[in-house]
């Protein structure tokens, strides 16, 4: 098994229910947070943790995605004739990530569920790891969420899940890891997960959130659920039951992430993602905080 790790996989052939009609005609994966598309945060966090193999798993309707990290050398060299060239150097780098991180698309094709797009691209992967990490998730970190996971299995030579601390009666809203043992520096030995359990009942006081370091194994696990799901075809294709199926007789990790998530994928949360954003902006910040301060003295 790999060192390190140097693929990754970002699943994006969701329909973005729970954003719609906003969703109707843009992918969620293409909704701005800040100047950028929710994707590119996810692209950028891997390209800069290193990984130079990035699999992007799509369906119908999503070719935006494709044309954003296309390179455009008409735009860029009609923008430097016209002296735009802050705005050229912003397309033409946005282009170098598809070279940086090697994106390459697929389409998802199998039973529904969050764990086919896993499986379709491992067959490209051999018996590699690999990094598993949503479209809808922007992480703020000094160290990207993507290089945590990455020393953790580093570390350990296993799969790893990424954790945060969660109020305990957020617990029905998560997957929620049983802890074994702490190994310290936010590293934890876990032996499965409760998906989204009463406060009382919840194992441990972690939620489950968007980052997997992905194994052979795993994607073995999958691979009999989706036998089983062609036999009787019933349910979907879950990541975290094939998780749970392998933590019963090997070993699993988690990571605690040190940084600030925001989830992107309801109304919801997609605005206290967009307004964090716009708050931190050196430019938009100020006056933002401004018309905040106003609005809230006229309520």
Known sequence: MSATIRRAVIPAAG??????????????????????????????????????????????????????????PALVAQLRADGKTAYADAVEEVGELSRLGHITYLDQHGPYGNGTPVLNAARNFGDEPMLVLWPDDVFVADVPRAQQLIRAYEATSCPVLALMPMEPTDSQRYGVPVVREDLGEGLLRISGLVEKPKPADAPSAYAAIGGYVITPGIVDELREQTKRWYEHRTGEIYLTDAINAYAGTR?????????????????????????????????????????????????
Not at 27 to 43: A, F, N, Q, S, Y
Not at 47 to 68: F, R, W
Not at 267 to 284: K, N
């Open 15 to 72: 329909l973005g229910s729970r954003l719609l009609p906003l969703t109707k005609a843009t992918p969620k994966e293409m909704l701005p947070v800040g100047d950028k598309p929710v994707i590119e945060h996810t692209v950028r966090e891997l390209v800069a943790s290193g990984i130079t193999d990035i699999t992007i798993v799509v369906s119908g309707g999503k070719s935006l995605i494709q044309e954003h990290f296309r390179p455009n």
């Open 251 to 299: 070993a699993v990790y988690g990571q605690v992430i040190q940084g600030r998530w925001f989830d992107t994928g309801n109304p919801q949360a997609y605005l206290t993602a967009q307004f964090a954003a716009a708050l931190a902006d050196p430019e938009y910040g100020p006056p933002l905080r401004r018309l905040a301060q106003e609005l809230g003295d006229g309520a």
